[in-house]
């Protein structure tokens, strides 16, 4: 007999202006566990994001964290219990050195209370993470002005952040958008580390299937706000609704 | 058609005092270089009450208003690099100022007692005050600022209470205006230097990254509302205290206390000194305050002298007098003939 | 008797609030410029008239046609000059326009407008009993032109092209650009209609008192309070939010105290901005939804 699913979502909804943005979403993950989190456009995958991290409140619904009910928290708190998510939508601190970016989340209560008081050179700590996740060593990239990082590079300092906070359950949105295939080849690797060597339980948002369904174990689906599919990403592609609502509108369905 | 032109060419002076926190100080030319902008400023400051016999009472007041506007656009600096825009200084000095008269009045106690304390319980209150709204942004908060004060001056008028319209009079003085002087001249600097360097420490940065995106802070884990309190509380204490000091040296607090002019001076030297900086708000302070006293004869047309000011430097030169003159101090500026520009 | 001078007192007190807060709304709505200039240009409206009727001679309707065309004349001026540089930087909008007003402002009491001659002409004299109230013609016109401009302005924005277009300018720039709207232009006209606006309300409103430069103050406090409480944006909104500020002003007026009266617009705005900041008709989510 297994113990309490680490997160646990129960008939989750939310409206927006009279639009269904997720819609009695449920599903469950143990400590370790891979999810992926899959959909057309607009199917509210974003939405659920946020309403677990506490971006957004949901209108009814329940969001469990190790069977303690976190639903409506603030962001920050949802942080404080371990859970660290990205945006889908990078917005560094774009006038602050790259290096700098990673001082925040490490100022973070999480991180000093992990660390006990002590924590030695916040800076130091930050390069040290910009080289775990594939910045050049020894470049003058981490000094660099964020705002001039090319567009992957801003992903990797997304996933920095995340990764700098210590988490128990890591969130990427869209995390390969915008990226090359060799930098997503690149990612697999360090995902795969994060996963099975460090433990975390990790969710992806993605619209790139072929390489998500290398990483994740469990897939759902969300069309129109509702989850019409789980299982493994061999079963899901095999009901019939997801490949209609991928019909047309994704030509990496067929992975 | 080729034509000769000209362009301006502008490069770093040789030391690297200039980068973020790489000091390469290799000689005493070079320390003198870094240090003898801020020691001038300091000493001069520091040996101004000494000159009372030169310079007499009159420019000693001035300079007494000066250094509590400075302190209240420094506190006006230190909100915005949260990314609180305040219209209403005026709040902080005014609660400041009649907190230290209800003090004095209410339980007798002396200026350096009820300056003091006016000056951490105002800053709590203001804190308190603003709480709420700590989540408005832009323009919201600016609103909100804008008509506190006012709000506080209706208030005061309609219930009567701390001496209604007459205000509270014949309150204790301090003890001299060389005592005055230092002490808000040190606390101008204090602040000044202190704010500056705080913003360089991670603390700091956490406070800048606020105003940049508050959406990557919360998802890095940081309250971001008890962090803009914090500000808040740090922002109200030099305009408290700049409240409650004038309340003492006029012996007197009634509504003007709260009054726009107190909201008006120090954003006008901040946008002329330019933000972000503190010693662009002190500069700022340093220019307009003396200036409006030379205008004093031109009445409420000096008013709108600043307002023009006010204007021209929110279009002309965003950055403000501080940074214009410290990229001077730091490069070199030449004219270089064009090889050729074909037109 | 007391409640029927508070019912009437209190629908002609909306339409003052209304007719005030018209013009920064219309602007505000249009381009997203928080016109700080407002209560300036509201006053120099009025005293121009003065000027012109009592300096010149002119005829009033003559001196209140040129002084609604100074004014915005003067309101697209301030766009042209004072706002395009800084267009797009809220604060810096904010700061130049308040400038502005507050220049205008202190000029004349500068040039010594300052003394109880300065007033205008009613429109109409005399006045008529409502249930036993009189109340005079100058404040049932202001009730009328308040009606009139407040639908004109509804039809203007819903269902003329020029005015859809400015709405669709101030929510999506981009988009307006692409279907060939000059964003300058429009927002010029915004600042100029705007500010007509102010002058037409200074022109309806001052009759009933002296003109005074603190006026000019309280113009723009209760344009604030008028658009904060009714939402940042709709026409709708700001008839109501008039009537809620309107009623709750000569309530307290009558049973607290007229002092408590400044007082109420004031709390309004605090109130609102703490407590629903998108106003009490607004639907602003990027608002509520801030965590």
């Known amino acids: 007999m297994r113990t309490d699913p680490i997160l646990r979502v129960c008939n989750l909804s939310k409206r927006f202006g009279g639009v269904n943005a997720v819609y009695d979403v449920s599903f469950y993950l143990y400590e370790g566990e891979t999810l992926g989190i899959i959909g057309p456009n607009g199917s509210g995958k974003s939405t659920l994001i946020n309403l677990i991290t506490g971006f957004v409140k949901p209108d009814s619904g329940k969001v469990y964290f190790r069977g303690r009910d976190i639903t409506g928290i603030t962001p920050d708190k949802a942080v404080s219990l371990g859970i660290a998510r990205s945006f889908q939508l990078v917005r560094p601190f774009y006038n602050m050195a790259v290096y700098k970016n990673l001082v925040i989340p490490l100022y973070s209560p999480r991180v000093r209370k992990l660390k006990g008081g002590k924590y030695g050179d916040r800076d130091e700590v930050a390069i040290h993470l910009l080289e775990e996740v594939g910045f050049e060593r020894d470049s003058q990239v981490p000094f660099k002005t964020a705002g001039t990082l090319p567009h992957g590079y801003m992903k990797r300092l997304e996933l920095a952040r995340c990764l700098s906070l210590q988490p128990e359950v890591v969130i990427l949105d869209e995390l390969f958008s915008g990226m090359s295939m060799s930098e997503i080849a690149s990612m697999l690797p360090l995902l795969e580390k994060i996963n099975r060597e460090e433990g975390r339980t990790l969710i992806m948002v993605e619209h790139r299937l072929r390489e998500l369904f290398r990483v994740v174990g469990k897939v759902i689906v969300l069309n129109f706000g509702m989850k019409i599919a789980e299982g493994t990403p061999a079963e899901v592609m095999e009901v019939e609704e997801v490949r209609k609502a991928y019909l047309g509108s994704e030509v990496e369905a067929g992975a | ?343 | 008797m007391e409640l029927v001078n508070v019912l009437v007192f209190g629908l002609v007190n909306s339409a003052v609030l209304a007719l005030t807060a018209m013009g920064f709304s219309l602007t505000f709505g249009l381009s997203g410029v928080a016109n700080f200039a407002h209560g300036g240009l509201y006053l120099l409206a009025g005293y121009t008239s003065w000027i012109l009727a009592n300096r010149l001679n002119l005829p009033f309707a003559v001196s209140a046609v040129l002084a609604v065309i100074l004014a915005a004349l003067l309101g697209a001026l301030i766009y042209r000059l004072v706002l395009m540089p800084v267009r797009g930087i809220v604060l810096s909008e904010v700061i130049a326009t308040f400038a502005v007003g507050v220049a205008i402002l202190e000029l004349f009491r500068w040039m010594g407008f300052v003394t109880y001659e300065f007033n205008l002409r009613p429109f109409v004299k005399g006045s008529v009993e409502i249930a036993g109230v009189a109340v005079d013609y100058q404040r049932i016109l202001i009730i009328g032109i308040g009606l009139v401009l407040a639908a004109g302005l509804w039809y203007f924005t819903r269902r003329t092209r020029i005015g859809l277009a400015l709405r669709g300018m101030a929510q999506d720039e981009y988009t307006a650009l692409s279907v060939g709207i000059e964003s300058d232009w429009a927002a010029a006209l915004s600042l100029a209609l705007g500010a007509g606006l102010a002058a037409v309300a200074a022109l309806s409103i001052l009759p009933l008192g002296i003109i005074s430069i603190n006026i000019g103050y309280d113009v723009l406090l209760i344009a604030l309070a008028v658009t904060v409480l009714g939402g940042l944006e709709s026409t709708t909104g700001l008839v109501a939010g008039a009537f809620i500020l309107g009623y709750a002003m000569t309530f307290t007026s009558t049973y607290l105290g007229p002092q408590w009266m400044e007082a109420v617009y004031m709390a309004a705005i605090v109130l609102v901005l703490a407590v629903k900041p998108s106003g009490l008709f607004g639907k602003s989510k990027e608002l509520e939804e801030r965590v």
């Not at chain 2, 250094?67 to 600096?77: F, G, H, K, Q, R």
């Open chain 2, 1 to 343: 058609m080729v034509k000769r032109g000209y362009r301006k060419e502008r490069l770093d002076r040789g030391i690297k005092a200039r980068s973020d926190d790489i000091f390469a100080i290799a000689s005493w030319r070079e320390t003198l270089y870094l240090i003898l902008p801020r020691a001038a400023v300091i000493v001069s400051l520091l040996a101004f009450p000494l000159l009372k016999d030169v310079l007499g009472h009159y420019w000693q007041n001035v300079m007494l208003i000066t250094c509590t506007i400075a302190l209240l656009a420094l506190s006006w600096d230190l909100l915005a690099s949260v990314g609180l825009v305040s219209l209403g200084q005026a709040l902080f000095f005014g609660v400041g100022a009649y907190l230290a008269g209800f003090l004095s009045r209410t339980f007798g106690w002396t200026p350096l007692l009820t300056i003091p304390a006016s000056t951490v319980a105002g800053a709590l209150l203001c804190t308190a005050i603003l709480f709420p709204v700590l989540r408005l942004r832009g323009i919201y908060f600016g609103l909100i600022t804008f008509a506190l004060p006012l709000l506080m001056m209706r208030m005061i008028e309609a219930t009567k209470i701390l001496g209604g319209t007459e205000g509270l009079s014949g309150l204790p003085p301090l003890p001299d205006i060389t005592f005055e002087l230092y002490l808000v001249i040190t606390a101008a600097l204090v602040c000044a230097f202190g704010f500056k360097r705080l913003m360089d420490t991670d603390y700091g940065l956490v406070l800048r990254a606020i105003r940049d995106n508050d959406r990557s802070v919360l998802a890095s884990g940081i309250n971001i509302q008890w962090y803009k309190a914090q500000a808040v509380f740090i922002a109200a204490l030099p305009g408290t205290f700049a409240g409650a000091f004038l309340t003492h040296h006029y012996q007197f607090v009634g509504m003007p206390a709260f009054a726009l002019d107190f909201s008006i001076l120090p954003l006008t030297s901040v946008v002329i000194g330019g933000a972000g900086t503190f010693a662009g708000a002190v500069l700022g302070a340093f220019i307009l305050v003396p200036l409006s006293e030379v205008l004093r004869a031109f009445g409420t047309l000096r008013v709108v002298i600043y307002c023009s000011f006010l204007i021209i430097f929110t279009i002309g030169l965003p950055e403000g007098i501080f940074r214009f003159i410290e990229r001077k101090y730091h490069q070199f500026e030449r004219v270089v003939p064009l090889e050729e520009v074909r037109a």
